[in-house]
């Protein structure tokens, strides 16, 4: 018989322009994303910025108003969602109540043709690959949430499809099935090679399993980089809030194009990021944007910025600090030096000597 090892993969999956709105909301605004072969990217944005749309286009349930989908170079967007090879696991568990996981995830195979004995031993060698062969002749409703989320991905796989779409295939499980899960998807994803895309709003899954994270804002992408490059230099000040913790520090455009005066001192500006021209042009006022690790908090009685809150987060402790003209920075300091600076401590803010990302001025608090 035939077996799984040898499922085509490896697809490149290309987005090219593509647009589709749905009455007056845009879902997609002009959406270009090249996949690899072999890669995982996680589609993440906020609610609503066309995740799930993208992800409904390539698997050919969405027709878009005007763009491409084309995979390993050939345009699949007239293609019906049929005849793509997708396999797709969503986030309800979509299996069929009535019939027992090997039936479940034979089915596909059955609906193509292949005969029972070799529908049988690959639907068994499935089960063996998501870890529950001893589960083959149990109906859905015996089986856990987890354990039905592996059957659903075993039955996408069965049809050894050119990419994987998983549409927050672990939103509904609970935080340690969730966890575990991950590693299990990452380590079959890797194992067979498949191209996949994989959308989800939680950021801590897309950063731990991805090769790369596309995030997406109405509609476009913003940004698409392997998850250290995206938290350590994001493209725009949208990714850099999203992606992790950020803290806004009001400042003042230099009298050197490309500086900043902030907390003191000048510093230079990441000439690539919106608002470095705005600085440029010496509109005046801005905001520095730095992640809260970045931000040196010292105890200073003559310092104008005050503690005004402090949580524990483990190693670190995370500090609310107002500064004197009422805007407040999140500062996050080693929890051994955070005894020094105890809530309502007079503090002086520090940056370190490295270019910052500079946004519009917002308006604080
Ligand atoms: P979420 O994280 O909330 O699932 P998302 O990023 O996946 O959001 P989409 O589901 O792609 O976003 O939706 C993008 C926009 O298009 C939303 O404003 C949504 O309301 C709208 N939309 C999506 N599908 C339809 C539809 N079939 N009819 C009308 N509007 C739709």
Redesign the pocket.
């Known amino acids: 018989p035939e077996t799984i090892s040898r499922t085509r993969t490896g697809a490149t999956v290309e987005f090219r322009g593509l647009r589709?709105s749905?009455?007056a909301?845009?879902?997609?605004d002009g959406l270009d994303l090249t996949v690899e072969p072999g890669e995982l990217v996680a589609?993440l944005?906020?609610?609503?910025?066309?995740?799930?749309?993208?992800?409904?286009t390539l698997a050919g349930f969405?027709r878009p108003d005007s763009g491409k989908v084309l995979v390993d170079g050939e345009d699949i967007t007239g293609v019906p969602a049929h005849r793509r090879n997708a396999g797709m696991v969503f986030q309800s568990y979509s299996l069929f109540p009535h019939l027992t996981a090997i039936d479940n995830v034979a089915f596909g195979l059955r609906m193509s043709g292949i005969g029972r004995a070799t529908r049988r031993a690959r639907a068994a060698e499935l089960l063996e690959l998501v870890g529950l062969p001893q589960h083959a002749g149990r109906f859905p409703h015996q089986m856990s949430g987890g354990q039905q989320q592996r059957i659903a991905l075993a039955r996408a796989l069965a049809l050894r499809p050119r990419v994987l779409l998983l549409?927050?295939p672990l939103s509904a499980l609970d935080a340690q099935v969730r966890l575990t899960l991950r590693e299990e998807i990452r380590r079959l994803q890797q194992q067979l090679g498949i191209t996949t895309m994989f959308?989800t709003?939680d950021q801590e899954e897309a950063l731990s399993m991805a090769d790369r994270v596309a995030v997406?804002c109405a509609?476009r992408l913003e940004q698409c980089a392997p998850p250290a490059e995206l938290y350590e230099r994001p493209a725009t000040a949208f990714v850099a809030e999203f992606v992790g913790v950020m803290s806004r520090i009001p400042a003042r455009a230099g009298a050197d194009d490309g500086t900043v005066d902030v907390c003191g001192r000048t510093l230079p500006v990441n000439g690539t990021l919106p608002g470095a021209a705005e600085v440029a042009g010496g509109k005046g006022e801005v905001d520095v944007l730095v992640r809260p690790e970045a931000v040196e908090v010292t105890a200073d009685g003559e310092g104008t910025s005050r503690i005004v809150g402090a949580s524990f987060l483990g190693a670190t402790t995370r500090l609310t600090v107002r500064l004197a003209d009422g805007g407040e920075v999140t500062a996050d300091v080693p929890t051994h030096t955070a005894t020094t600076l105890p809530v309502g401590a007079a503090v002086t803010l520090r940056l370190p000597d490295r270019p910052v990302l500079v946004d519009r001025r917002r308006g604080n608090g």
Not at 25 to 28: E, F, K, R, S
């Open positions: 589709r749905f009455g909301t845009t879902a997609l589609l944005g906020p609610s609503g910025c066309g995740k799930t749309t993208a992800l409904r969405e549409d927050e959308v709003h997406m509609g």
